[in-house]
């Protein structure tokens, strides 16, 4: 092995860690804490912790066998299998972000109908449609031997071995990722943006109250009121960090699988 085949495959391992570590953690605290298993995110989460973990532990070992053996790890049909593993919970994982951003922008924008709008049954609804939607595009690339071992990824994953139809492939690629992973994105951008225009509509309340008490306490210290405007700036600030936190972590993860693939 170079060494870039053991960076690579260092970093690997510590991404394995740090992923079931992680999502350990958001699964004990819904089974322990009743309030967020009453709250309807709780079944988004909980949907998207469950493919992290599995795609942790039944794709990446693999991806690891794959770097170190620079073979394909167990027979055909093994792979086959884990390749359609992939690509379902891969989807499954970037639906469920979505849905999470529609949940928090149906809160934070219809705060007195939410609770009609987002119940229970209606999270069901989502999820299934998650599922249904992620399993339909892996059973036909598994149907049509679209996944399969690569080489280049080191990993059972969807692609083409055969230049006959290459052109279907590609159709279907796009197709795919352009209903999954653009699909999301735009939802996110749409859900995050809505969310970020009332949290800067609360925030010039806040700030025009702020600016009015300011004005009434004539003997307040100047230190107290540079605090004041300090604290109107960074709660401006903190709602588009958050934000964008959030869709730079879906791009971060997700962008560069689809965009090799």
Not at 94 to 107: P, T, V
Not at 220 to 237: G, M, T
């Amino acid at each position: 092995m170079d060494t870039a085949e053991v960076i690579l495959s260092v970093l690997v391992v510590v991404i394995i860690i740090v992923s079931l570590l992680s999502n350990v953690l958001v699964l004990i605290c819904f089974l322990y804490n009743p309030e967020i298993r009453r709250q309807v995110p709780g079944l988004f989460n909980l949907n998207l912790t469950f493919c992290n973990l599995l795609l942790t532990v039944a794709n990446m070992p693999l991806t690891l066998v794959g770097l170190l053996s620079r073979a394909q790890p167990g027979g055909d049909s093994f792979c086959q299998i884990a390749g359609f593993l992939e690509t379902f919970l891969s989807t499954n994982s970037m639906l469920s972000m979505a849905a999470l951003s529609i949940d928090r922008w149906i809160a934070v924008v219809f705060p007195l109908r939410y609770h009609s709008r987002m119940r229970h049954k209606d999270a069901a609804l989502v999820l299934g449609y998650t599922w249904a939607h992620s399993m339909s595009f892996s059973t036909v690339a598994a149907c049509l031997s679209w996944v399969g071992y690569h080489r280049l990824y080191a990993s059972c994953t969807m692609s083409n071995p055969r230049d006959s139809s290459r052109t279907q492939f590609i159709v279907f690629t796009v197709f795919f990722h352009s209903f999954t992973f653009l699909l999301s994105f735009i939802v996110l951008c749409f859900t995050y943006l809505k969310v970020l225009k009332v949290a800067r509509f609360h925030c010039k309340r806040i700030d025009v109250i702020t600016m009015q008490t300011l004005v009434l306490l004539v003997d307040i210290h100047p230190s107290v009121r540079q605090r004041c405007l300090e604290e109107q700036k960074r709660r401006r600030q903190r709602a588009t960090r958050k934000i964008s936190t959030f869709i730079g972590t879906f791009m971060l993860c997700f962008a560069p699988y689809v965009i090799t693939r």
